[in-house]
């Protein structure tokens, strides 16, 4: 069974630039959640979303971010513009059938970097 | 906030020397996760815990859901050095919905 896939692995830009993280959950998972991961911490939640609904979007910063999931399998996370302080990785993971929904397995993530 | 309080923040062992780490909060959890992260991957699950005082293993691994429902530990035996990683705690606070995680264990292994 195919794990959540992310793309792009790495992505290096300029500061007040836009950045687009793109995210296909493992198949038949309903929900998929966007986390932001700093150095030496760990993940913190900016969205979930059940199907293409977002359920949570409480730790997401509306001004510059934005996500969609518009046929509840895959989603996009955007920034614009870019801050040095997204410099982080952006990971995202999926959870739902049998394993339920408190089991979330993650993608490599996108590491951002902010110059 | 920090919600859990994940120890040692980092731990340096001998191979084969086994391995202890806790996740404590003062809220109560209905579930709790341990995952393991390596360099420029994401977090891989190692054992997911949904019962008070569940007792489960993977391999040389084995976790617990503390009785109080507020903490958990991990139990890494005989060590390898694949071992090596940020080892880190989640859970889902009763009545909330997203998991909150632990600040990670760096284990780090001398051959």
């Given at each position: 069974?195919?794990?959540?896939?992310?793309?792009?692995?790495?992505?290096i830009?300029?500061?007040?630039?836009?950045?687009?993280?793109?995210?296909?959950?493992?198949?038949?998972?309903?929900?998929?959640?966007?986390?932001?991961?700093?150095?030496?911490?760990?993940?913190?939640?900016?969205?979930?979303?059940?199907?293409?609904?977002?359920?949570?979007?409480?730790?997401?910063?509306?001004?510059?971010?934005s996500?969609?999931?518009?046929?509840?399998?895959?989603?996009t996370?955007?920034?614009?513009?870019?801050e040095?302080g997204d410099?982080?990785?952006?990971?995202?993971?999926?959870?739902?059938?049998?394993?339920?929904?408190?089991t979330q397995?993650?993608?490599?993530?996108?590491?951002?970097?902010?110059? | 906030?920090?919600?859990?309080?994940?120890?040692?923040?980092?731990?340096?062992?001998?191979?084969?020397?086994?391995?202890?780490m806790?996740?404590?909060?003062?809220s109560?959890?209905?579930?709790?996760?341990w995952?393991?992260?390596?360099?420029?991957?994401?977090?891989?699950?190692l054992?997911?815990?949904?019962?008070?005082?569940?007792?489960t293993?993977?391999?040389?691994?084995?976790?617990?859901?503390?009785?109080?429902?507020?903490?958990?530990?991990?139990?890494?035996?005989?060590?390898?050095?694949?071992?090596?990683?940020?080892?880190?705690?989640a859970?889902?606070?009763?009545?909330?919905?997203?998991?909150?995680?632990?600040?990670?264990?760096?284990l780090?292994?001398?051959?």
């Amino acid at each position: 069974e195919a794990g959540v896939v992310q793309s792009p692995r790495y992505k290096i830009i300029e500061k007040k630039q836009p950045v687009a993280f793109w995210c296909n959950p493992i198949s038949g998972h309903n929900t998929l959640y966007w986390y932001l991961q700093n150095l030496g911490q760990g993940p913190e939640l900016l969205i979930r979303y059940e199907n293409e609904e977002a359920v949570d979007d409480s730790q997401l910063p509306k001004d510059r971010f934005s996500a969609e999931r518009l046929k509840g399998v895959d989603s996009t996370l955007k920034i614009q513009p870019a801050e040095l302080g997204d410099s982080a990785v952006y990971l995202c993971a999926s959870s739902g059938g049998l394993a339920g929904a408190d089991t979330q397995y993650f993608g490599p993530g996108t590491r951002l970097t902010v110059l | 906030g920090q919600q859990l309080n994940q120890s040692p923040q980092s731990m340096f062992i001998q191979e084969g020397e086994d391995v202890s780490m806790n996740c404590t909060s003062s809220s109560i959890f209905n579930t709790w996760l341990w995952y393991k992260q390596e360099p420029g991957e994401g977090p891989v699950l190692l054992i997911a815990l949904y019962k008070a005082g569940e007792l489960t293993s993977n391999g040389r691994l084995t976790a617990q859901f503390g009785i109080t429902r507020k903490d958990s530990f991990l139990n890494i035996s005989a060590s390898i050095p694949s071992d090596v990683g940020i080892y880190f705690c989640a859970g889902r606070i009763q009545g909330a919905q997203k998991l909150v995680f632990g600040q990670g264990t760096r284990l780090t292994i001398n051959p």
